[in-house]
């Protein structure tokens, strides 16, 4: 088999994967709204939390354009993928964009503070990634962007006075990112992904509680993640990632999301290439060793690359 036949987009493969783990996500959905046993209850809020993951691997797939090689069925599948976020896919793309512009640059490295950086606030932003609670800001601000794209769009909302805040959090860059975004297909891609939650909640007669753990179980799995991939790597805009060790079954939900300095390097690889494009010299801790580090919380920045040494 070619290099390049191995690095096709896996389209049919990708429909496969999300309509099975769709079926996943209701069946535990339903289990923890409808059971009277912890056991129960406990065991598919963790079980969706992992689904969840794969899901947002997929929609990352489609953001990249690559989660099936016809665009139209590409966009239609990361919509709606994107409702079980839920997110709008619109948004969640140029967000991601913008991640990739800037990530390592002194615009997007949350795990230093530089002199003059505000301390309280580098961590304040730091454990709402550890704890889970950066997830809610993305459905909130779907919601909030719905009724206030005509303001938002196109303007810097931070003044002289907050100038310190949109570049210390990076919070000017994802709004300027806004600008690529057509209003209307942005309240479309909200009103798609409300959509799929309100569908989800009224087919299967879903209990608040049963909704909620299973959200907050996936929160927490997933933002332990979205940053450990990066936390204390090179600050260099290609390489300033981690192929992370982990359990093969646990790479094998993520698609492979593990291997994420490879997708740095050449955001066009489909998932399923991304370990043959592992180099044997590539820095690959282990998530935990990266993961338990975090929590120490973020780090002063250092004069040079080579006083960052996450292994040790």
């Given at each position: 088999?070619?290099?390049?036949?191995?690095?096709?987009?896996p389209?049919?493969?990708?429909?496969?994967?999300?309509?099975?783990?769709?079926?996943?996500?209701?069946?535990?959905?339903?289990?923890?709204?409808?059971?009277?046993?912890?056991?129960?209850?406990?065991?598919?809020?963790?079980?969706?939390?992992?689904?969840?993951?794969?899901?947002?691997?997929?929609?990352?797939?489609?953001?990249?354009?690559?989660?099936?090689?016809?665009?139209?069925?590409?966009?239609?599948?990361g919509?709606?993928?994107?409702?079980?976020?839920?997110?709008?896919?619109?948004?969640?793309?140029?967000?991601?964009?913008?991640?990739?512009?800037?990530?390592?640059?002194?615009?997007?490295r949350?795990?230093?503070?530089?002199?003059?950086?505000?301390?309280?606030?580098?961590?304040?932003?730091?454990?709402?990634i550890?704890?889970?609670?950066?997830?809610?800001?993305?459905?909130?601000?779907?919601?909030?962007?719905?009724?206030?794209?005509?303001?938002?769009?196109?303007?810097?909302?931070?003044?002289?006075?907050?100038?310190?805040?949109a570049?210390?959090?990076?919070?000017?860059?994802?709004?300027?990112?806004l600008?690529?975004?057509?209003?209307?297909?942005?309240?479309?891609?909200?009103?798609?992904?409300?959509?799929?939650?309100?569908?989800?909640i009224?087919?299967?007669?879903?209990?608040?509680?049963?909704?909620?753990?299973?959200?907050?179980?996936?929160?927490?799995?997933?933002?332990?993640?979205?940053y450990?991939?990066?936390?204390?790597?090179?600050?260099?805009n290609?390489?300033g990632?981690?192929?992370?060790?982990?359990?093969?079954?646990?790479?094998?939900?993520?698609?492979?999301?593990?291997?994420?300095?490879?997708?740095?390097?050449?955001?066009?690889?489909?998932?399923?290439?991304?370990?043959?494009?592992?180099?044997?010299?590539?820095?690959?801790?282990?998530?935990?060793?990266?993961?338990?580090?975090?929590?120490?919380?973020?780090?002063?920045?250092?004069?040079?690359?080579?006083?960052?040494?996450?292994?040790?």
């Open positions: 088999m070619t290099d390049k036949a191995i690095d096709q987009t389209g049919t493969l990708n429909l496969t994967i999300m309509a099975a783990t769709i079926l996943g996500i209701c069946g535990t959905l339903w289990a923890a709204s409808h059971t009277q046993s912890w056991v129960v209850f406990i065991g598919a809020a963790l079980i969706f939390s992992f689904l969840g993951n794969t899901m947002y691997a997929l929609m990352h797939e489609a953001v990249h354009r690559h989660f099936h090689d016809n665009r139209t069925i590409n966009e239609n599948a919509r709606i993928i994107a409702g079980f976020f839920p997110t709008a896919f619109a948004l969640q793309r140029v967000f991601h964009l913008s991640h990739h512009k800037n990530s390592r640059t002194e615009r997007e949350f795990d230093y503070y530089a002199p003059g950086e505000k301390r309280f606030v580098k961590f304040v932003q730091w454990y709402c550890l704890t889970g609670l950066y997830w809610i800001l993305l459905p909130l601000f779907s919601v909030i962007y719905f009724f206030t794209a005509d303001l938002i769009k196109g303007r810097r909302l931070f003044g002289k006075s907050g100038e310190w805040f570049k210390q959090t990076s919070a000017q860059e994802f709004l300027d990112s600008d690529a975004v057509p209003v209307w297909r942005a309240r479309l891609d909200i009103m798609i992904g409300l959509s799929v939650q309100l569908a989800l009224f087919l299967l007669d879903l209990s608040l509680a049963g909704w909620a753990v299973c959200y907050a179980a996936f929160a927490v799995n997933w933002s332990s993640l979205q450990t991939d990066h936390a204390f790597s090179d600050l260099d290609r390489e990632a981690w192929n992370l060790k982990v359990n093969g079954l646990v790479r094998m939900v993520f698609l492979n999301y593990h291997h994420h300095l490879v997708h740095h390097r050449d955001p066009s690889i489909p998932w399923v290439a991304l370990p043959k494009h592992v180099q044997a010299t590539d820095p690959s801790p282990s998530f935990w060793s990266i993961y338990f580090k975090m929590w120490g919380g973020p780090r002063p920045l250092p004069v040079t690359d080579d006083a960052v040494n996450p292994a040790e």
